[in-house]
């Protein structure tokens, strides 16, 4: 079993609408907790990290963390078409060696 | 700045052929790592250096060799390609240890071996 599982999708909303992305994991010495978006044919950027339990907002996007149900969340308000992507979920164990989700690939509909 | 930069961006191989993929940083760097990107699988880690003269094993680092003998450039090499290394291959690097740190990843070179 995979340590860090989230749906690959694909995701697809009208533009406008709240995406709602997850992922779940299985080792709780995870500290760090990331979201990447990659665009095709691009590498990952980070979008996002929190750490520990907690919310955190950075303009139209918000990471929640809930680490007691092993559970971590991205929330896109006021989705646009530049925000079709695919979006990875990453924790780090140890520094630098981060585990990925498989990414959910997201598509925002004119 | 360049960031982080791979070559080439495509290659294909031969099944037994050798290649290199080149990283390289102008961020001066400490951490630099390798992932390979498959369908379904997400980033899964290769190898990583801490610095230079510095490597270690990832999760899936069968097949691959690195090595490290300068901060900015951390080299790639297949020995003898096989078609399960078929994947798109990332470079990444961080600042040293120490809180959080952004791992920057390159553009990726896709592989394939026939």
């Known amino acids: 079993q995979k340590e860090v599982e989230q749906d690959p999708g694909p995701l697809s909303v009208p533009e406008g609408a709240i995406v709602s992305l997850n992922c779940t994991y299985s080792?709780?010495?995870?500290?760090?907790f990331m979201w990447y978006r990659q665009y095709s044919r691009k590498g990952p950027e980070l979008l996002m990290y929190?750490?520990?339990?907690g919310n955190k907002e950075d303009g139209r996007f918000t990471a929640q963390v809930d680490k007691s149900s092993k559970y971590i969340s991205l929330f896109i308000r006021d989705s646009q078409p530049s925000d079709s992507a695919t979006y990875l979920c990453?924790?780090?164990?140890?520094?630098?060696?981060?585990?990925f989700g498989a990414g959910t690939q997201v598509v925002v509909t004119p | 700045n360049a960031g982080v930069t791979q070559t080439p961006k495509f290659q294909v191989l031969k099944t037994g052929q050798s290649m290199t993929l080149q990283c390289a940083q102008d961020?001066?760097?400490?951490?630099m790592s390798w992932y390979r990107q498959d369908p379904g699988m997400g980033l899964r880690l290769i190898h990583y250096?801490?610095?230079?003269?510095?490597?270690d094993q990832g999760e899936v680092p069968n097949g691959y060799n690195v090595s490290r003998s300068t901060t900015e450039d951390f080299p790639l090499r297949l020995l003898s390609a096989a078609p399960s290394q078929t994947s798109v291959y990332f470079c990444?690097?961080?600042?040293?240890?120490?809180?959080?740190?952004?791992?920057?990843f390159g553009p990726g070179t896709r592989l394939t071996v026939l």
């Open positions: 080792n709780s010495a995870f500290q760090y």
């Open positions: 250096s801490v610095g230079a003269g510095i490597t």
């Open positions: 990444a690097s961080s600042p040293s240890r120490g809180g959080y740190n952004e791992q920057f």
């Open positions: 929190t750490y520990s339990s």
């Open positions: 990453a924790m780090e164990p140890s520094w630098g060696k981060l585990q």
């Open positions: 961020m001066n760097h400490e951490y």
